[in-house]
């Protein structure tokens, strides 16, 4: 038993000059900074670029709609018209008709209005992408470690904000790399895919 024991002391004495030489490493300070994603969405050239798009996109979805609403008020006037003189069978057949045509333009208009959600979605996907590397430049050129969304921020100075906001600096590199965006009109993506 002593035997066991002097051997244990032997070999822990033995590392402890080892553990003194290599001690652990400090804990990590977070040097943190800010950006404000939704003002560089609205502010640089690409994030106006996409909204102008995604506006007119809706416009014209209106309007294709709105056209096609009024042509099928018409019909409903002209079916009401028409019922009172029709056989029952006839009848129904041309109700079912103009319900078919009304739901039809529903889906159309539903349709359209989810493929400029999802070209919206993808605009912003590829901006994200296309951002995500100058921040992580800006990040090393100040030497932080972390960068926030000021949205997040449960306090802070308006300082330290002012400080550690780095959006204006982001969105004139945004501009440089990325000034503009074509958006495509597709299906929304599924929830969790990207």
Known sequence: MKKTLLAIMFVTAAAMPAMAANPPPPPLQPKILLIDRELILRQSKVGQDVSHQIETFGNQARA??????????????????????????????????????QAGLQAAAQKKEQAIQGGFL??????????????????????ANMILDKHALVYATPDAVK???????????????????????????A????
């Open 64 to 101: 294709e709609i709105s056209g096609q609403q009024k042509a099928l008020q018409a019909e409903a006037q002209q079916l009401q018209q028409q019922i009172a003189i029709l056989a029952a069978d006839v009848k129904a057949k041309k109700v079912q008709a103009f319900e078919a045509k």
């Open 122 to 143: 993808v605009a912003q996907q590829t901006i994200a992408k296309a951002l995500e590397p100058i921040l992580m430049n800006l990040m090393q050129q100040r030497g």
């Open 163 to 189: 400080a550690f906001d780095i959006t204006a600096a982001a969105i004139g590199q945004l501009d440089q790399k990325l000034p503009a965006l074509k958006v495509s009109l597709v299906a929304p993506p």
């Open 191 to 194: 929830p969790g895919q990207k």
